[in-house]
């Protein structure tokens, strides 16, 4: 009776846990399933297999589980590979489970404990095909059903945790990343992670691979690498700012309540100014809402995305005022919330025409209406996907994937395609690191050769056969060039600056490396002043307004890496152009970032003197070593 009372209840236990919600009561199920299964302390080669047994008694189960087993690769004898993947996104849940595949041990984590995004995600067919391909029909029955090539965000992020969570990846919730400690020389432990909070038991993990899917907003640009002795330096993957023309998408998500009129609404799939001209000339006469391109898909909510001129937006009042600093335009405080709401509800009423003019807004994880505004006028791209580092002969590779690696722009929906690419590359890259131990610098050439493809993929351009699709690279891409990154380039993605490593590996490596350590505001006064010395026409007598005109910023950059800005193209009469082009330069070139707007530092006083110490400190740091 015991047996069949425990069969019943893990039936039971795997239907809540399939029919969870939230990713709260997700993992709340499934902790709770695994502990009536016994599977708490299970090692994780033998916890699919387990768990697989505990649900055998109910078919449905059973074909989806057995389905899945055969996505498990047999990576042979040897120690499992450790992952670590940080972040929960679609990305970093999609890699945790292929990892799991190649038989990798992994743990995931996440500073949020919550999947709160309705915006909607254009899914390419290879992502439908690969998502139906790993069960996610198990979880959400009516995905892409016919004609739909769409998601919402945190459904799909709900539906691959599930999976993630079956196929025995260790997920923990409300845990920040901040950096890497060093391995022990002696004590032979190996890489760990520097969390928030600090005594949470990922901190002890010991991993051999890290995978950042942190999203846009958090690319590992810059992360802690703490060493032995404590001394605490910064590294991080250097990044490429893309700017174009100025490009403002809106976002709006309305309840979806299936009224028959809203059920008759025809979902737009992406069109263009340039291709409804009428559609677009008519809403500008009629509703002076003027669109570069519209999407609207039918989800859990009716969610829209569209690309609207500054122009119109001013017309309209949703800017206050107008600024020529993109920043400044999109500041919270320049933005009249009413009328963006009024906006987006015209546009979304006036391109389905009217079928549903009573629906409400969605309401965000904040509680208001889901309705946003980004600028999409520059777009980031990392300068390489993969990086390993070396300390006290223990080797880490880390790798980037997602939105960290390949900025998207929304309304195209390159986000999670681009994303899952990156993801089976990666994958590839960490079989390899360990059935190819001894060679880091091949396989780091190779990932590199593999991401010079990602930016330029479309639906169009990969391969078709997709239920051929592995995570060799050469299933998807139909051609990679193999000497796009040689060797010898690869060597600056490798950092070993002990260099006690033996055979074919590399010089020390190029990377880099700031201090730490605060500046005193007299030393760095002093600094610049002697830096920029010789250039009399400068009066460098605070760190404020001293540094207005842009040409101050110019000619340090200039003194020390003179090919990067010539002083003829600084010009002191047009201090805003001056000094964003310099900003942009120290950004891109130097991994400079401003920590205020280019008009304020234009415009700056004493009261700006705590942020412009801010910025020339990421100068000195840099430069301060380097002979003036
Ligand atoms: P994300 O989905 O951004 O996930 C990153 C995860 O990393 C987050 O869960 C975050 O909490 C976690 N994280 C970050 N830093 C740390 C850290 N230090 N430690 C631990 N965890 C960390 N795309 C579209 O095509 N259409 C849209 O309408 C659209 N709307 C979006 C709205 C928002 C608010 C955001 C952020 C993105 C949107 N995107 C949209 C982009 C789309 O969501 C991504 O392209 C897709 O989700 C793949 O992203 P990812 O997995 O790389 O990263």
Redesign the pocket.
Known sequence: RDKRNLVTYTMEGFNVFTEAHTCKETLKAFEKLSVKLGLENVPHEEFFDQLSFGLAKNWKFKRFLDHLKNKFQDTGKGEATKVLV????????RIAIETAFLGCKVVL????DAFT?N????LWPFTVTDLKNIGIKQFFGRFCCGELDHIS?RR??LSLLKIALVVGVEVHTN????GLKCPRKNGGTGWKAVCKPQNHKVSDFEFDVLVA??????ALCEYKLQHENGTVIKQGFDRKEFRGRLSIAI?ANFVNSNTPAEMKAKEIGGVSSHFHQKLFKDLKAKKEIHLENFVYYKDETH?F?MTATKASLLQRRVFKEDFLDASELMERKNIDVSALLAYARDAANFCTNNAMANICFAKNSRGVDDV?MLDFSSKFEAVNASHVIERNGKKLLIGL?????LE?F???????AR?FLGAFDTAWMIRNWKSMKGKPLEILAERECVYKVLSQTTPNNIKKKYSEYSIDPKSRYPSINPKAVTLEKAKQFYDDVQEDYSEDVVSPAKRIKRSDEPVEFLDLLQWCQKALEKHTHFNIKDLTTSWRSGCEFGCLIHIFRPHLIQMKDLDPSNPFRTMEMVVNIAQRELGIYPVITVSKMVNCSSENEVEMVSYLSQFYQLFYEEPI
């Open positions: 940080v972040g929960a996104g679609p990305c970093g849940l984590i996440d500073k949020r995004r915006n909607v995600l254009h965000i799909l992020q845990v920040e990343f901040e899917a942190t999203g846009a907003r958090d976002t969610y995305v946003a994937i997602g939105d960290s690696l998207p929304w309304p195209q929906g390159t986000g999670c994303g």
